[in-house]
């Protein structure tokens, strides 16, 4: 994993040359891809960025055709600025189809924070030493005790929305709704928030007897098939079953349900009033927006204050 420079790219698979299709794979951080693009889109396109970088993001969450949308892109853009075009076609035509990973991206500040102190350059034998004597050990002690169900798994921005709808819908409300559970020998059916009367999925579970607790590893709904994340059915099942969610690694090679629709995380119509969660406040949470989307403060209302000046401060 690593940002988008050519250099490093080059370094990687002259490294790993000799290993042919074994070689491992380089992942390039979307992150900086996008931060990249941004860039040069404000040095060529300076009034018409954003309009850009959104023609850039048709291109690179396309699910199919991404060469026929990346010649439309450089055709449109090439007769507005023929530098940008050049740009686009050398640096990321060429390497379409790279892997990226935006969760790479903490696991880096991570690794910069607890295990190499700041303001300090390591040599390559220091690093490697680090890793084999603190990182690897620490994440592989970790990883065994979340499978053996002794600690809890953590929960990212990203699952926290799941747990939250899950962990919103009482019994009751899933009554209301018609949300059934139903349990089966190594599996759960789990109705369709949305749509509980059409559809269903499958949310496997294990009960290993070395483990303290039963754990929710899977579910065939299109969030976890798409993205591996425990989805909202999985946390509702460890809820009403007092298991612990322990995703399992995905097959990638699973076709995706074409029975749902491809908005991955859109609730139904019902406002969920209780929190399960205790301790400091949450950001508000949208569960329509992408996980990856920032939200933004809203800006101050200032009409009163301007049509009432006398009322704009008051004495201490």
């Known amino acids: 994993m690593s940002d988008c420079t050519l250099a490093i790219k080059w370094a990687v698979q002259h490294a790993y040359a000799d290993l042919g299709i074994n070689a491992p794979k380089h992942y390039w951080c979307l992150f900086h891809v996008l931060k990249a693009f941004k860039a040069q889109a404000n040095i060529h396109l300076p009034d018409r960025s954003d309009e850009a970088l959104e023609d850039f993001h048709q291109v690179i969450y396309a699910k199919a055709y991404p060469a026929s949308l990346i010649g439309l892109f450089l055709h449109k853009w090439s007769t507005i600025s023929s530098p940008f075009a050049k740009y686009v076609a050398s640096q990321w035509h060429t390497h379409q189809g790279m ?10 500040r991570v690794l910069k924070s607890r295990y190499i102190p700041p303001l300090e350059k390591k040599r390559m034998d220091e690093l490697v030493k680090i890793l084999c004597d603190k990182a690897e050990p620490h994440y592989r002690s970790t990883s065994s005790c979340v499978e053996g169900v002794f600690l809890t798994q953590g929960v990212s921005k990203f699952q926290l929305v799941a747990k939250t709808t899950a962990y919103g819908h009482t019994p009751q409300i899933l009554e209301l709704l018609g949300i059934t559970v139903t349990r089966f020998p190594n599996y759960y059916i789990v109705s369709s928030f949305k749509n509980p009367t059409a559809l269903w999925y499958m949310v496997m579970y294990e009960d290993p007897e070395d483990a303290y607790k039963g754990r929710v590893v899977s579910c065939t709904c299109t969030l976890f098939c798409r993205y591996g994340s425990a989805c909202k059915h999985m946390y ?23 029975n749902e629709p491809d908005i991955i995380i859109q609730e139904p119509n019902v406002t969920v009033v209780s929190n399960p969660f205790t301790g400091k406040r949450a950001a508000p949470i949208d569960e329509d927006r992408h996980p990856d989307s920032h939200i933004e403060k809203r800006p101050r209302w200032t009409a009163f204050s301007n049509s009432h000046p006398s009322l704009a401060s008051f004495p201490r």
């Open 99 to 108: 892997h990226t990973n935006n969760y790479t991206e903490a696991w880096h």
């Open 236 to 258: 509702l099942v460890a809820r009403d079953t007092k298991r612990l969610v322990v995703e399992a690694a995905i097959d990638h090679q699973y076709k995706l349900p074409d």
